[in-house]
């Protein structure tokens, strides 16, 4: 997900229908979001944070497991503006079909978990849902706690940073396609945006809280585009054809298709007090997985994160990979670098 920098993107009148037959989804790579395993079971969970905000997750387990020995276990992260049926659980299958027990969870805000207005911005939220998520691991019969690890893809991926850094429970952390959305939204991409555009920002958002509390709409920003026009840049196109096609697109239940990824706008400035690559070395010894495409618009990301990482850590690129690559393409996302970290790293 993204800021469109120094602007506010109001929210397109097109209709999910319109858009998607104005353009067709790329499917190449084996793009294959809504992958369904024969060999791993589903469960939908529930269970509540330390604000006692409840989350809702998918849980997943190999059907063929010997209940008599403690598995390890992962927690996935899903996209920042996204839910767990985006990429989060596609990842949670595959590494349970290699024998580990995994867990998707929607953010607080998003999806099917807790959490008014939805689609409200909250970092330290985030960050407390992967800690509830170790608690609700921590207590299944199955699983070892001392082998419990996380992995968080684009936004995500500096979440589970911010949860590592204050719980030593995650014992090895892994993200895919980082996106800092921290210095994304103080500074834009590759530090695009400049202070005064970032004051601009902040002036909108507070206007916008005194129309919120005069009882005035909410508005949304950011997010995926709704429609793609002939100035949509290259990164508009890339997050347009997952989330906004049948690729990706998933409208969790009583919301808005128009609504989905689409933060408020008077909660996205909080991100700006979000510094989640402070005090990263922190995290130190246990290791750190940078995963990145090098063709990734958001490849800064996870390069910032290796350079203030503490030993042991690896910045692992795929070649050729853009930043929603990772999401979905099973020809690109290095399932087998991921599972060989997970099995050495929580052994
Ligand atoms: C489809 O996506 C792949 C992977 O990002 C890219 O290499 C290819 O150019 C895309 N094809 C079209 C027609 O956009
Ligand atoms: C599923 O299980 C069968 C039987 O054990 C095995 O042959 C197959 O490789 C497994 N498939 C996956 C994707 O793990
Ligand atoms: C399950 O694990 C236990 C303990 O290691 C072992 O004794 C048993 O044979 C295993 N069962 C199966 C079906 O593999």
Same mark, same amino acid.
């Given at each position: 997900?993204?800021?469109?920098?120094?602007?506010?993107?109001? /929210?397109?009148?097109?209709?999910?229908?319109?858009?998607?037959?104005?353009? #067709?989804?790329?499917?190449?790579?084996?793009?294959?979001?809504?992958?369904?395993?024969?060999?791993?079971?589903?469960?939908?969970?529930?269970?509540?944070?330390?604000?006692? $905000?409840?989350?809702?997750?998918?849980?997943?387990?190999?059907?063929?497991?010997? @209940?008599?020995?403690?598995?390890?276990?992962?927690?996935?992260?899903?996209?920042?503006?996204?839910?767990?049926? =985006?990429?989060?659980? /596609?990842?949670?299958? !595959? &590494?349970?079909?290699?024998?580990?027990?995994?867990?998707?969870?929607? /953010?607080?805000? +998003?999806?099917?978990?807790?959490?008014?207005?939805?689609?409200?911005?909250?970092?330290?939220?985030?960050?407390?849902?992967?800690?509830?998520?170790?608690?609700?691991?921590?207590? =299944?019969?199955?699983?070892?706690?001392?082998?419990?690890? %996380?992995?968080?893809?684009?936004?995500?991926?500096?979440?589970?940073?911010?949860?590592?850094?204050?719980?030593? @429970?995650?014992?090895?952390?892994?993200?895919?396609?980082?996106?800092?959305?921290?210095?994304? $939204?103080?500074?834009?991409?590759?530090? *695009?945006?400049?202070?005064? =555009?970032?004051?601009?920002?902040?002036?909108?958002?507070?206007?916008?809280? +005194?129309?919120?509390?005069?009882?005035?709409?909410?508005?949304?920003?950011?997010?995926?585009?709704?429609? %793609?026009?002939? =100035?949509? $840049?290259?990164?508009?196109?890339?997050?347009?054809?997952?989330?906004?096609?049948? @690729?990706?697109?998933?409208?969790? !239940?009583? +919301?808005?298709?128009?609504?989905?990824?689409?933060?408020?706008?008077? *909660?996205?400035? !909080?991100?700006?007090?979000?510094?989640?690559?402070?005090?990263?070395?922190?995290?130190?010894?246990?290791?750190?997985?940078?995963?990145?495409?090098?063709?990734?618009?958001?490849?800064?990301?996870?390069?910032? #994160?290796?350079?203030?990482?503490?030993?042991?850590?690896?910045?692992? +690129?795929?070649?050729?990979?853009?930043?929603?690559? &990772?999401?979905?393409?099973?020809?690109?996302?290095?399932?087998?670098?991921?599972?060989?970290?997970?099995?050495?790293? /929580?052994?």
């Amino acid at each position: 997900m993204k800021i469109v920098g120094g602007s506010i993107a109001a /929210l397109g009148m097109m209709t999910i229908a319109d858009t998607m037959t104005a353009m #067709a989804q790329n499917m190449s790579f084996g793009a294959d979001n809504f992958y369904r395993s024969d060999n791993v079971t589903v469960q939908a969970i529930t269970f509540q944070d330390q604000y006692r $905000t409840t989350i809702a997750g998918n849980l997943f387990i190999r059907s063929n497991f010997n @209940r008599s020995i403690d598995m390890p276990a992962i927690i996935v992260g899903h996209p920042m503006g996204a839910v767990k049926e =985006q990429s989060a659980n /596609l990842y949670a299958t !595959k &590494l349970a079909e290699h024998g580990f027990v995994t867990v998707s969870l929607d /953010l607080p805000f +998003w999806g099917a978990s807790e959490g008014n207005p939805h689609n409200t911005v909250s970092p330290e939220l985030y960050a407390e849902a992967y800690s509830a998520a170790v608690d609700y691991l921590g207590t =299944q019969k199955i699983v070892d706690r001392e082998r419990i690890g %996380i992995l968080g893809i684009c936004g995500s991926g500096s979440f589970v940073i911010s949860a590592a850094k204050v719980d030593s @429970r995650l014992k090895a952390i892994a993200t895919t396609s980082m996106y800092n959305h921290g210095i994304l $939204t103080r500074n834009g991409l590759r530090g *695009s945006q400049s202070i005064e =555009q970032r004051k601009e920002l902040v002036a909108a958002a507070s206007q916008q809280r +005194w129309t919120e509390v005069d009882g005035g709409k909410a508005l949304y920003t950011a997010g995926a585009p709704d429609e %793609i026009t002939a =100035q949509s $840049t290259s990164i508009d196109r890339e997050f347009y054809d997952f989330y906004r096609t049948s @690729r990706g697109e998933f409208t969790p !239940k009583g +919301w808005s298709p128009k609504l989905t990824t689409h933060p408020t706008l008077s *909660s996205n400035t !909080k991100f700006m007090n979000f510094y989640p690559f402070n005090d990263i070395e922190t995290i130190s010894p246990r290791p750190m997985l940078f995963i990145s495409g090098d063709q990734a618009h958001s490849r800064e990301f996870s390069e910032d #994160a290796y350079a203030h990482a503490a030993e042991p850590k690896e910045l692992f +690129w795929v070649a050729g990979a853009g930043h929603v690559d &990772l999401y979905d393409r099973m020809d690109l996302i290095p399932f087998e670098k991921l599972t060989q970290f997970f099995q050495t790293n /929580l052994a």
